[in-house]
């Protein structure tokens, strides 16, 4: 259920454990009837509204500095989960998220996670890491280590080929069709970059983000994922018009009040 | 391509380089893209375009470069080099407009790290706070009671953003950059030749 925080929004942590909600099923009478329009192959995730069970979440996306820090950097999130029945433990068989066909609680790497607040996705991403700390008598803390899908490009290793002079985005493009990453309508949002690429092969040594970041480092924009999972490439910033987006004062108003921040001497 | 102060010239000579594309490098060791050593003053930036794939009568096939000088910065801070870079780029042409990109004349300061507590905003303010993302432009307003001037106001772009959520407070942490965005200019308001204003 959605957790309401005062003065906040309303807020959802969600997770998957791996159960759809309208699978095909080979020779289910129900689930397994061709030429029917609500079972689908795959299937909708059956996401798992824990938020109830979360006392903490930290999401980090983008950099701080970007001139000393790189940009493609996975964002990640950490859940702490206060387990007071065990739902969450990897060794509950009867915890309501454990997966019988696997044999294995639902939750682990590369299950999904989102967190939105009014809706809005703050992070959508997979699980990276599942901890679990028992404290006797009976008390356990869960800490779930997630990522966005750049994770997956840092762990998928790109095919070598040949490749003929392109601009930037259209190299990043074919380089995520060729792995199948960020593939559903509406999930890639590339800029036309500024830098022309050569021909200078693609060696199969490197993984996917590896090599997207090579590509960046002839552009020098951004790469990065969003709250809802889609993958952005920013060209180099040559001067574009742009709105302001926000304002934030310390003059009252209707601007942004803001508590702390660092003048950065770079 | 316009950059005022920075002379761009072209070597073909060989020299020490990083590795090509094509060349197997862990992740570890894999050159960090422009990062000299004082990373505030970068007045001489060297990028060199990916060399042909060897062969049998050119083993070392020859390293092209373009170099970005800033020689008033040189002056100043003393020369703050690049290592040469290979990049993906096509020509040097475009290894020279990189290379200009990159230069950074003199130490930059800026507001970051800004530290927002949601419940403490209107509803309106939680929406647009809710609404930013890596790339927005925000604009940030800091009074300094006794210092000239008395307000300093920058425009920023975001180049990160976090949350730490408990269950009684919302603090979101917005990490704003120097950016190159041009903000509408309004008549009878903005004032002629100020750059960082455009029109639609």
Redesign the interface.
């Known amino acids: 259920m959605a957790?309401a925080?005062?003065?906040?929004?309303t807020?959802t942590v969600e997770m998957d454990y791996g159960a759809t909600t309208n699978a095909f099923v080979l020779d289910s009478a129900l689930a397994g009837v061709l030429d029917q329009t609500v079972y689908v192959l795959e299937g909708t995730t059956d996401w798992q509204d824990v938020t109830a069970y979360v006392?903490?979440?930290?999401?980090?996306?983008?950099?701080?500095?970007?001139?000393?820090?790189?940009t493609g950097q996975p964002s990640t999130a950490v859940l702490q989960i206060e387990d007071r029945d065990y739902r969450f433990s990897l060794v509950n068989e009867g915890s309501p998220y454990w997966n019988p066909t696997n044999g294995r609680l639902g939750f682990e790497l590369n299950s999904g996670v989102r967190i939105s607040?009014?809706g809005?996705y703050?992070?959508t991403g997979i699980i990276t890491q599942y901890d679990q700390r028992i404290e006797n008598p009976s008390r356990s803390l869960v800490t779930v280590s997630c990522s966005d899908d750049l994770f997956r490009l840092n762990n998928t290793k790109i095919a070598s080929g040949s490749v003929t002079?392109e601009r930037s985005d259209v190299?990043i493009d074919s380089v995520l069709s060729s792995v199948n990453a960020f593939g559903k309508p509406g999930q890639r949002v590339l800029e036309e970059g500024?830098?022309?690429?050569?021909?200078?092969?693609?060696?199969a040594?490197?993984s996917v983000l590896?090599?997207l970041?090579?590509?960046h480092?002839?552009e020098?924009g951004?790469i990065?994922v969003?709250?809802a999972g889609n993958f952005?490439f920013?060209r180099?910033?040559?001067?574009?018009?742009?709105?302001?987006?926000?304002?934030?004062?310390?003059?009252g108003g209707?601007?942004?009040?803001?508590?702390?921040?660092?003048?950065?001497?770079? | 391509m316009d950059f005022s102060g920075v002379f761009i010239q072209v070597f073909t000579a060989e020299q020490e380089a990083e590795l090509a594309d094509y060349f197997a490098r862990e992740s570890g060791a894999r050159p960090n893209d422009f990062t000299p050593t004082n990373p505030s003053v970068v007045n001489t930036v060297n990028v060199a375009i990916a060399p042909p794939i060897p062969t049998v009568g050119d083993l070392q096939p020859t390293i092209e470069y373009a170099q970005a000088i800033a020689a008033e910065s040189v002056a100043q801070f003393g020369k703050q080099e690049t290592p040469l870079v290979v990049t993906l780029l096509e020509t040097l042409d475009d290894a020279g407009d990189l290379a200009g990109y990159l230069v950074r004349q003199i130490p930059a300061f800026w507001f970051g790290n800004i530290q927002i507590i949601m419940n403490g905003l209107t509803n309106a303010q939680r929406t647009i706070v809710g609404s930013l993302d890596i790339g927005s432009q925000v604009s940030v307003t800091k009074s300094f009671p006794g210092s000239t001037p008395s307000t300093v106001t920058q425009v920023m772009a975001l180049e990160g953003i976090s949350h730490d959520i408990t269950p009684d407070r919302h603090i979101v942490t917005l990490y704003p950059n120097p950016s190159r965005i041009y903000t509408y200019f309004i008549l009878d308001t903005d004032e002629l030749d100020d750059d960082t204003k455009a029109l639609a």
Request: hydrophobic share 35%.
């Open positions: 957790v925080i005062p003065n906040c929004g807020y006392k903490q979440v930290s999401i980090s996306r983008g950099r701080q500095n970007r001139f000393r820090d790189p607040r009014d809005v703050l992070f002079p190299r500024v830098a022309n690429l050569g021909n200078a092969p693609i060696d040594s490197s590896e090599y970041m090579r590509v480092n002839s020098q951004r990065w969003d709250g952005h920013d180099r910033l040559l001067g574009k018009l742009q709105a302001v987006n926000g304002y934030l004062s310390d003059a209707t601007a942004i009040p803001y508590t702390t921040f660092d003048i950065v001497s770079n």
